[in-house]
C-alpha cells in the first residue's frame, strides 16, 4: 500500500518540474516579446519589454506644440499605459493556463 503512494507522490512531482520548466520557458518567451502602447492615432508609440522596460518612445513631430505641452505629457502617459496594459493581459493569458483549476494563492 505504501509502495503505491510513493509511486504517486514521484508521478506527481515530475509532473511539477515538468510544468516548473514550461512556465519558465512561457515566461522567457514573454519577457523577449515586445509590446508597442499607441496614443494620438499612432503620434506617440511606446514600445515595452515583457519586463515592463520601456524600451523605445516615438514621438511624431506634428505632435510636438510647445503651447501645448500637457497634451504631450497625457499621449506619452496614455501609450505607455497602453503598452503596459498589454503585457499585463498578454502575462495572465500565457501563465494562466498553468494555473487553471488550481487555488495556489500568490501564484500569478
Do not use: H, Y
Amino acid at each position: 500500500m505504501m509502495r503505491g503512494g510513493m509511486g504517486n507522490m514521484n508521478n506527481m512531482m515530475k509532473q511539477m518540474q515538468k510544468m516548473q520548466k514550461q512556465m519558465e520557458q512561457a515566461q522567457n518567451e514573454l519577457n523577449e516579446r515586445t509590446f508597442v502602447g499607441t496614443a494620438g492615432g499612432g503620434m506617440v508609440t511606446v514600445t515595452a519589454n515583457g519586463l515592463k522596460q520601456i524600451v523605445e518612445v516615438v514621438i511624431k513631430e506634428e505632435v510636438v506644440d510647445p503651447e501645448d505641452i500637457d497634451m504631450l505629457q497625457d499621449l506619452v502617459l496614455t501609450a505607455t499605459n497602453d503598452a503596459i496594459k498589454q503585457i499585463e493581459e498578454e502575462t495572465a493569458k500565457t501563465m494562466g493556463q498553468f494555473t487553471k483549476g488550481m487555488n495556489i494563492p500568490g501564484l500569478f
